[in-house]
């Protein structure tokens, strides 16, 4: 809630300092010490020409290129630096569209639609797969099939995705890299499994898209492998511009077929969307173009380099420190870290934060304990010392805390409740226990959350899932 009075205007100086007010609440965008979320490549002239463009384009509508052709050039313009960077033929087209999410759920529906003879599409996919991928089976009715991966390197199992292939399957997806892991799936095995039984292979790109082409020795997995038929990769994470903009690239204009959407059945104008989004915004796209262009490939390949090294120095100071390991090599700027025996890594992410550091936490998945996940940006790079020197105390702190202790009882409990069957009254309780909340519907999210974290950790995914729905539900009333 904030404090203005809409019944009357309020003037410019109150919506400021009530906007900054709130502002001053969130974490911070700038400045290299949020590692998730946010992305900063510490280039002051970028973010400002972003920003003019996106106030400049706030009100024109991207619902119609014909009426707005500016946005239909900026966006072909864009497309074809990605087309360029990711080795894609000429005949690629692609689309920008509001975030990696939606450009899952573009992919997942043109294969969906490309296969109008399959009866219950379904998508193969490894374990590690980002959650938007479930998110767009949910939605589109598709099965998203997933299949373990190497436990030990958390790359997808290539034969494992083969035998898990059926007539049904209308989509093969890789990762390159994993959000979880940072790690680059066999892409060149997967996609020439797919193209032997004639079902496409998307590469979800949306993190390393912008950061794999500038480095060397890449493991491939751009259109340069063949039987990759579609790839997505968000210009708003790596290409650090402003959010709402990632693009879709397919290798034809055959395969975008089925993400085009026309209707004529309503007195109104025709509709014809390539996305999801109607009505939209040009602002997200002209700021992800004019950062594009300020900051150039020479300018790109020096961010990657900048904020891959401090991933590898970062690495290397997590593999001297007591109580702490990197859980696989990274093979890009991302790092999944685990705890070791007697040290909790939700604890470590409390004192992180207590130190202005944001590390995020990362359930324990499929037999793999918890872990912390961190996102390097270039902005990062300059602060590598003082990250360690702060894991290095946090670590310390939470050896002394040890594990955070969850009541068995409760674990035991959570085992057995089946979240179809909780009522509202039911989760407030459930809340309450986790301390999250009052027990009557209101909200509390405590300052350290390890105790939560270590109890939602316990729960069974589908609990997990349905307390969480159950807290943004009570955050937003
Ligand atoms: C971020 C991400 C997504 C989802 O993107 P949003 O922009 O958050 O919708 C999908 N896949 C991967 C690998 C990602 O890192």
């Known amino acids: 809630m904030t404090s203005l009075d809409w019944s009357t205007a ?12 709130l502002r001053a609440q969130d974490l911070p965008t700038h400045g290299g010490r949020t590692l998730s979320y946010v992305y900063d490549s510490g280039l002051a002239r970028a973010d400002e020409i972003g920003r003019e463009a996106l106030a400049a384009f706030a009100s024109t509508n991207g619902l119609d290129p014909t009426a707005f052709p500016s946005l239909a050039a900026l966006e072909s313009d864009l497309v074809a630096l990605a087309a360029g960077l990711l080795h894609g033929p000429d005949s690629t087209v692609g689309v920008a569209t509001s975030g990696g999410t939606e450009s899952l759920i573009l992919a997942v529906l043109a294969a969906r639609d490309g296969a109008p003879h399959v009866q219950r599409p379904a998508v193969v996919a490894p374990s590690t797969v980002h959650a938007a991928v479930h998110k767009a089976g949910h939605l589109l009715g598709v099965d998203v099939i997933t299949v373990p991966v190497d436990p030990v390197g958390f790359r997808a199992d ?29 892409v060149e095995q997967i996609a020439a499994i797919a193209a032997q039984r004639g079902i496409r292979c998307h590469v979800d790109a949306c993190i390393g898209g912008w950061v794999l082409p500038f480095m060397a020795e890449v493991t491939p997995w751009t259109f340069a492998v063949e039987g990759v038929t579609s790839i997505s ?9 402003p959010k709402g903009v990632s693009l879709l690239l397919h290798r034809d204009p055959s395969l975008r077929r ?6 004529a059945a309503w007195p109104g104008y025709t509709m014809l969307n390539t996305t999801l989004q109607s009505t939209k915004s040009g602002g997200p796209l002209a700021a992800a173009w004019a950062v594009v262009h300020a900051i150039g490939l020479d300018g790109y390949r020096e961010l990657v380099a900048v904020a891959r090294e401090a991933t590898l120095r970062l690495a290397a100071a997590v593999d001297d420190m007591e109580g702490l390991t990197v859980v696989a090599a990274p093979d890009s700027t991302l790092l999944a870290l685990q705890a070791g025996e007697g040290c909790d890594v939700f604890t470590i992410a409390d004192e992180m934060r207590t130190r202005g550091w944001l590390v ?14 961190l996102t390097l940006c270039a902005a990062t790079a300059a602060k590598v010392p003082e990250l360690v020197a702060a894991l290095t105390e946090s670590v310390a702190r939470a050896r ?47 300052e350290r959350m390890a105790e939560v974290n270590a109890l939602l950790d316990a729960a069974p995914p589908a609990l997990r899932e349905a307390l969480l729905a159950g807290v943004l539900d009570r955050l937003t009333r």
């Open 10 to 21: 309020s003037t410019a100086t109150q919506v400021r300092e009530t906007l900054d007010s």
């Open 158 to 186: 290539p034969e494992a995705m083969a035998a898990a292939i059926t007539d049904d399957t209308v989509l093969v997806v890789a990762s390159a890299p994993s959000y979880a892991h940072g790690v680059i799936d066999p």
């Open 233 to 241: 990769v968000d210009l708003h994470k790596y290409a650090y511009t």
């Open 258 to 263: 089925g993400h085009i959407f026309a209707s």
């Open 360 to 373: 995020q936490p990362q359930m324990a998945f499929a037999g793999h304990p918890a872990t912390l996940h």
């Open 400 to 446: 002394e805390a040890g594990v955070v202790r969850v009541d068995p009882g409760l674990a035991a409990a959570a085992q057995q409740i089946d979240p179809e069957t909780l009522d509202e009254a039911a989760l407030d309780g459930l809340l309450a226990i986790a301390g999250l909340g009052g027990g009557d519907g209101s909200l509390q999210v405590p």
